[in-house]
């Protein structure tokens, strides 16, 4: 299987995820839902190895819409993207997949022995960035595994499905920071994000695609009360941890 290669033209990969041939390669292992590793082939000879997660392969749940947990893949992406907090690979939504439309997130190279729960505390800078995150996209099931670093020991947030629900969902490992006081920056970035949600133009307009109108003012309202409130949230019951925590 042939390697995936850095791509220095960010836009070259974009391209590449957006629109090159998908070829699933194998089921990837330990799954809830259907998940391939895959090639993307384009043209000229490009290709990057990516997880195809085709919407047929996922598991009912009772409550989030059925089918929608690529496009909270995507989603997840956008949001992290416009925060330019750089967690979620880049991941696009595909109409066109071999076995169904669904969400082709480019393939992080990481080392597998490595999670949250062991890259702590060495990296506590990247998972206050990515505790808040969590909280603004109200993830419901953040473990440890979720958690990867590359070979150029960045870190990684993967799995992120279960997202932009309209209640309070949030269930993560990170709990090292609760109560405290979120830096200044990050707090920056929230403001400005709420500003371009209730400007409603951009980017904003592919994410309205793949969640509900009721979804994006809830987001809307977390930003902004994690900007005001200045502080991590704290666990409210066991409910907050997820199982298995890895």
């Not at 987001?219 to 890895?246: K, N």
Request: with cysteine; net charge neutral; aromatic share 10%.
């Amino acid at each position: 299987m042939a390697q995936p290669a850095p791509f220095v033209d960010s836009e070259a990969q974009h391209q590449l995820l957006r629109e090159g041939r998908i070829k699933p390669r194998g089921l990837m292992p330990d799954c809830s839902n259907y998940t391939y590793l895959a090639q993307v082939h384009g043209p000229e000879g490009a290709e990057t190895l990516a997880v195809y997660k085709p919407s047929p392969g996922e598991t009912p749940l009772d409550d989030f819409p059925d089918g929608t947990l690529g496009k909270r893949e995507v989603a997840a992406f956008l949001v992290s993207d416009a925060l330019r907090w750089q967690i979620v690979p880049f991941t696009f939504y595909r109409a066109d997949g071999p076995l169904g439309p669904g969400s082709v997130q480019q393939f992080i190279v990481a080392d597998l022995r490595e999670h949250y729960f062991s890259l702590m505390p060495a990296h506590a800078g990247d998972f206050r960035k990515m505790a808040a995150f969590d909280v603004i996209v109200n993830n419901a099931d953040r473990k440890s595994g979720h958690c990867l670093i590359d070979r150029q020991r960045r870190i990684w947030g993967v799995d992120n499905g279960l997202t932009f629900h309209a209640l309070p969902k949030l269930r993560t490992v990170i709990w090292e920071f609760a109560g405290e006081e979120v830096a200044a920056n990050l707090r920056d970035d929230a403001r400005r994000l709420a500003g371009e949600l209730v400007a409603a133009k951009g980017w904003v307009n592919e994410l309205r695609a793949l969640i509900s109108s009721a979804e994006i003012r809830a987001l809307i309202q977390r930003t902004r009360r994690f900007a005001e409130v200045g502080r991590y949230p704290e666990p409210s019951s066991r409910w907050a941890y997820p199982w298995p925590l890895v």
